[in-house]
C-alpha cells in the first residue's frame, strides 16, 4: 500500500512529490475440508480481544511461474478483516476469503 504526497511551495510552477510505504495487503481464498481452519479462525478473533495477545500469523508462498522462476513471497504478523464462510452447496467444500493487512513482506527471489 503507497500514498502519494503532494505540496506546493511558493515561486515554484509545480507540486513536490513524495510516496510513503504503509504496508502490504491482499487476499487470500481458502477452501477446508475439516476443523482446522476454525482454529485459524479463533486465533485470530482472541487475538483482536486479547485474549492471545502474543499470537502472530505469518504467509509463506512459493510461486511457480512457467520459465521456471520460483520466488518465495513471506508476510509476518498479518491482521484481517470479516471472517465470511460459506458454502457453495452440498458438493463443494466451504470457502472463505480472508483480507489481510501487514506491516511488510520480503519477496526472495531463487
Do not use: W
Not at 4 to 26: A, C, K, P, W
Not at 29 to 44: R, S, V, W, Y
Not at 100 to 109: M, N, W
Amino acid at each position: 500500500m503507497m500514498d502519494i504526497l503532494r505540496e506546493g511551495y511558493l515561486g515554484e510552477t509545480t507540486q513536490r512529490r513524495d510516496d510513503i510505504f504503509n504496508g502490504v495487503s491482499g487476499k487470500m481464498e481458502l477452501h477446508f475440508e475439516n476443523q482446522d481452519i476454525f482454529n485459524l479462525f479463533a486465533t485470530i478473533v482472541n487475538r483482536a480481544r486479547r485474549r492471545q495477545p502474543g499470537a502472530q500469523i505469518n504467509v509463506k508462498a512459493t510461486l511457480n511461474f512457467p520459465n521456471g522462476d520460483r520466488p518465495r513471497v513471506l508476510i509476518s504478523n498479518l491482521f484481517f478483516g470479516e471472517i465470511p464462510v460459506s458454502f457453495a452447496s452440498r458438493s463443494d467444500y466451504g470457502q472463505n476469503t480472508l483480507t489481510f493487512e501487514a506491516e511488510d513482506g520480503e519477496v526472495i527471489t531463487s
